[in-house]
């Protein structure tokens, strides 16, 4: 048990997140040390929302409820971070998720998806895998045609950087949530958020309430306005 007045308490409770997760068969090993390097640059930042994060979380939003077919890539350490709240966003803006994995094993794809039925998902994709990316050769290039293979914008919380230009290269609007703002990943999407996934995915939750009364004129005016690398330079400086 971790005491709630511990110092590093919430960073703490997230990685024991994770470690269940791993215990459960949903984290993979590589995925641990993946999660450690996202958490130096969270320390980095003060482990909360900068107004840069704040300001592409909002763009992302807004991109995502005007998309035609929006997906959201589910990877194992977001499953077991924030099942809940990656549901709770799915149903918001009306994106399926799908379930796309590095070190895919039919055995963890299984895992994953039931876990985030128990957490009240109804339409999980992945699994049939029926279309490839082109140029990705690992097992992240196995898509569902009528998922991310089809979609025209994706959601893509701790992606990897090569998946993530490919994708691009399809012409698709990717957003990516990577507390790396020196990643390929952060670099090559169209919109990056800086920000740890427990933040992130919530932070779009609340949003996308807030924007759905929002006229299309003005959603528009939000997507226009931003611009990634301008935004990125903020993070890196820390300007705010
Ligand atoms: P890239 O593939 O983009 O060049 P990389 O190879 O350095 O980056 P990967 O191992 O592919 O990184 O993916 C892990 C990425 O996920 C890291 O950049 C890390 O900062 C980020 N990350 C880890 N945990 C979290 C989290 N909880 N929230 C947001 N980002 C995270
Ligand atoms: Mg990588």
Do not use: W
Not at 58 to 63: E, L, P
Not at 109 to 128: E, F
Request: net charge negative; aromatic share 2%; charged share 30%.
């Amino acid at each position: 048990m971790i005491p709630k007045d511990h110092p590093r308490y919430a960073s703490l409770m997230i990685r024991e997140r994770l470690v269940k997760g791993y215990e459960s068969g949903i984290v993979c090993t590589h995925g641990l040390i993946a999660h450690g390097r996202g958490e130096a640059f969270d320390y980095l930042i003060g482990e909360k929302t900068t107004e840069a994060a704040m300001h592409a979380t909002k763009v992302a939003v807004a991109t995502l409820l005007t998309a035609e077919r929006p997906v959201i890539s589910v990877n194992g350490n977001t499953a077991a971070l924030v099942p809940d709240e990656i549901v709770h966003l799915s149903e918001h803006i009306g994106a399926p998720l799908e379930v796309n994995l590095f070190h895919r094993t039919e055995e963890r794809m299984d895992k994953i998806i039931a876990h985030l039925k128990a957490h009240s998902a109804t339409n999980v994709l992945g699994k049939k895998a029926d279309a490839r990316i082109p140029g990705i050769e690992h097992e992240r290039g196995k898509v569902d045609k009528d998922g991310i293979y089809g979609a025209d914008a994706v959601l893509v919380p701790l992606e990897d950087g090569d998946r993530c230009e490919a994708l691009v290269r399809m012409g698709k609007t990717v957003i990516a949530i990577d507390l790396n703002p020196l990643s390929r990943t952060s670099r090559t999407a169209t919109i990056t958020i800086v920000d740890n996934v427990v933040r992130a995915i919530p932070n779009m939750v609340k949003l996308s309430e807030e924007l759905r009364g929002i006229k299309q004129t003005e959603i528009r005016k939000i997507i226009d306005a931003f611009d990634n690398e301008l935004n990125l330079q903020r993070m890196t400086e820390h300007d705010d």
